[in-house]
């Protein structure tokens, strides 16, 4: 879905073509509710906590005392019923050292061996976690007999984290604007089998109404900017919501003709999608930057088209694009963008070494260092969506990148 954010007003939330923004969402209100129902000591709904933690006190400040209440600035003064939808994350698996706590709590003998169980043993831990991924609530439906204390979730619960989306939107053109291009997601766990899950985020995304207010903060990348040269040429890559950084490029170059700007590089899109039928969202928009000069090419390849072989993006590159990737990064001192999940980068990364071994002549080897070297001269630039489900991959991936991202990132308003 396209995301319209009003932004007219909000100095600190100026941008340039390739920045992300970090949001902060809010969980569902129905899993807030259930969890509270939860809750073996609720503390009134209206009533503001601020957790303190008793601390030995050292400093002999305070004679005759051992030890004194301490504030804990972890979340600010506020309700439960806040903390449990703006602060904490209740959707995350629990980590073993949470199930630790909540063994501690069961009363049943079976819930409590099972949950130090799973909190004892790595592989057992992980399995049970990928295979069910579960919500908070989930655990407690598995093992009925734990008692949840409110102090528990304030002070044991990992805080909410803001979720980053590439800007679909130039400032240019769409002043006091940001515009997000986000796909909603929701899954069954247990292989499809399980409960349904929806994303924190993007589930909030899809249900704000006009007027409500979205804390956000801007994360530059300056590795994803167009060229600093604007006739050299590009091939942007990007899948499904991979998209969303490119919408902010044509939008860019649009503002930039418009403005009587030039001459502008070639710059080909490779987009990629189910089918055609659903192939909708920007397809005008891409038209339109096509013959107004934005966009040279636009290709897409749909990985579910009835009565077609599979196509995914990279298969593009290889059977339509071999010459021209050759052209653009060998000949023309020109840049490739990737957007999107990191297995389809993988293998865009792998496809255009194959073209560069046998366009350019290279071996493996050899086109393996130079696309390193791009890397290094800011000339293959990738933004990489993250997670897949097994971590370690993505782990290994994100540190052999070269991309480097700043971060300004504010404190998180009070609700
Ligand atoms: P969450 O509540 O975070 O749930 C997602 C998690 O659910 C996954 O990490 C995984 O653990 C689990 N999960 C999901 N599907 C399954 C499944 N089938 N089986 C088992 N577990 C599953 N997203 C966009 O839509 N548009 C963008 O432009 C965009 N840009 C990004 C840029 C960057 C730099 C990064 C890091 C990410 C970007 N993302 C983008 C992804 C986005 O940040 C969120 O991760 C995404 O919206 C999901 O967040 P959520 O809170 O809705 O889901």
Same mark, same amino acid.
């Given at each position: ?56 006190d050292s400093s002999g400040r ?136 929806? +994303?924190?985020? &993007?589930?909030? $995304? ?9 804390? !956000?903060?801007? /994360? *530059? %990348? ?32 649009l503002h930039e003709l418009q ?12 987009? +990629?999608?189910? &089918?055609?039928? $659903? ?9 339109? !930057?096509?013959? /107004? *000069? %934005? ?71 050899? %086109? ?48």
């Open positions: 879905m396209l995301v319209r954010l009003d932004t007219a007003g909000q100095p600190e939330l100026q941008y340039l073509p390739g920045d992300h923004l970090g949001v902060f969402p809010a969980n569902r209100p129905e899993l807030v509710q259930e969890l509270l129902e939860r809750v073996e000591d609720p503390l009134p709904a209206d009533e503001p906590v601020l957790v303190e933690v008793l601390e030995k305070f004679p005759g005392h051992k030890s004194s209440w301490v504030p804990q600035s972890r979340l600010p003064p506020c309700t439960l019923h806040q903390a449990l939808t703006f602060f904490l994350d209740i959707t995350a698996p629990p980590s073993p050292q949470f199930l630790q706590l909540l063994a501690a709590l069961a009363q049943e003998p079976a819930d409590r061996e099972r949950l130090q169980q799973l909190s004892q043993d790595a592989r057992l831990y992980e399995d049970w976690k990928w295979f069910r991924c579960p919500t908070l609530l989930e655990v407690l439906e598995e093992f009925p007999s734990v008692a949840l204390p409110a102090p528990l979730l304030l002070t044991q619960l990992p805080l909410l984290q803001p979720r980053y989306y590439s800007i679909s939107s130039a400032p240019g053109p769409c002043p006091g604007q940001i515009h997000l291009t986000v796909a909603v997601v929701t899954y069954h766990s247990e292989n499809g089998q399980g409960p349904l899950h929806h +994303g924190v985020c &993007s589930t909030w $995304l899809a249900r704000l109404q006009p007027g409500d207010t979205v804390p !956000a903060f801007i /994360r *530059g %990348a300056p590795s994803f900017r167009l060229p600093p040269a604007a006739d050299a040429p590009c091939i942007l890559v990007g899948p499904g919501t991979g998209v969303a950084p490119f919408r902010s490029f044509w939008q860019q170059r403005g009587g700007g030039g001459p502008l590089g070639t710059m080909v899109l490779v987009f +990629g999608c189910r &089918s055609s039928a $659903l192939d909708h969202i920007y397809r005008q928009e891409m038209e339109e !930057a096509r013959e /107004r *000069g %934005a966009l040279s090419q636009v290709l897409t390849a749909f990985s579910r088209e009835p009565d077609t072989p599979k196509a995914y993006v990279q298969d593009v590159l290889r059977t339509q694009l071999a010459e021209e990737v050759h052209r653009v990064l060998c000949q023309c001192a020109g840049h490739m963008y990737v957007c999107g999940d990191v297995t389809m980068a993988t293998e865009v990364l792998q496809t255009v070494q194959h073209i560069l071994v046998q366009q350019a002549g290279m071996t493996l080897g050899q %086109a393996g260092d130079f696309i390193s070297e791009l890397r290094d001269k800011n000339r293959y630039h990738e933004d990489i969506f993250g997670l897949t489900f097994r971590t370690q991959e993505v782990a290994f991936r994100i540190r052999s990148q070269s991309f480097s991202m700043q971060e300004r990132r504010p404190p998180r308003p009070a609700p």
